[in-house]
Every structure is written in structure tokens, then in C-alpha cells.
């Protein structure tokens, strides 16, 4: 569990950072989906999965050690004033601030079913509308 708890503890410092540089930012949790896994080994050119880390314009910056020290020499502040916006700080009121929200066809079951008027019978089908853990995203904030 120390493992999990340091990596949770780096995660928050990075989004810490980026919130007190009023940068809004996506964050994407690879655990949750085996796209963002894959996506993220093919960035880092990597089997390894090693979170969190900072990408600026699909850019790669580094892990939440290079990011703390660009953080304390200023140049982290220099690379992300572009994308400086005063609603940084504001929490979405639909989703919470997670941009994700469970399916609202299957309400997040993953499951949709469909009526197959031969026989009548009810046939369970994969929903397609939502990712592998029947969440989407939120369309208020994203």
C-alpha cells in the first residue's frame, strides 16, 4: 500500500502545482482504462507505467520530480502561461470536477438491452456509448 499511497501523494502534488498556476488541466487516470494504458505506454515509449506525468500540447515534461523543480525555478510558470485561465479554480457543477459521468444509457453497467422481435426475448448487449467502465465525459466542462 505505500507504493499506491506515494504514487496518490505525487498526484495531488502535481495537480496542487497546476491549480496554484491556475492551469486547467485533463487528467487521466491509467488504471481506470486500458486506452489511456496504451496511450501513455506509446508517449513514454515505455512497457513501464510510471505516474503521474506532465504533457503540455501532447509534449512530454516529465514526472512530479521534474515538475517540483520546475515548479521552484519559475520556468514551470513560464511554460504554461498560455494556458493560464481564471476559471483554473472553479469545480464543475455537474461532474464535480472528475469530467467523467457514468453512462446515461446503460447508467454506467456497461450493459444495454435489446429487444429481438423473432422470438421476443430480451438480448444483453455491450454499450458502445460509454468507455470500458461505463463512464463518458462530461459534456459541461470538457
Keep these: 500500500m505505500g507504493i499506491v499511497r ?51 500540447d501532447g509534449q512530454h515534461v516529465g514526472d512530479a520530480e521534474t515538475v517540483e523543480k520546475l515548479n521552484e525555478s519559475g520556468e514551470l510558470r513560464k511554460m504554461l502561461k498560455p494556458y493560464k485561465s481564471p476559471d483554473a479554480c472553479n469545480t464543475c457543477q455537474v461532474c464535480g470536477g472528475f469530467r467523467l459521468l457514468p453512462c446515461r ?5 456497461k450493459k444495454s438491452l435489446h429487444r429481438n422481435h423473432f ?12 468507455d470500458e467502465v461505463g463512464l463518458v465525459r462530461c459534456d459541461a466542462c470538457s
Design 119 to 130: 422470438t421476443a426475448e430480451f438480448v444483453a448487449l455491450k454499450c458502445m456509448n460509454c
Design 105 to 109: 444509457i446503460c447508467k454506467g453497467s
Design 6 to 56: 506515494n504514487t496518490y501523494q505525487r498526484c495531488v502534488l502535481v495537480k496542487k502545482i497546476l491549480r496554484n498556476l491556475l492551469v486547467k488541466y485533463e487528467e487521466r487516470d491509467v488504471f481506470m482504462s486500458t486506452e489511456y494504458q496504451d496511450e501513455i505506454r506509446d508517449r513514454m515509449r515505455s512497457e513501464e507505467i510510471l505516474v503521474p506525468q506532465l504533457f503540455i
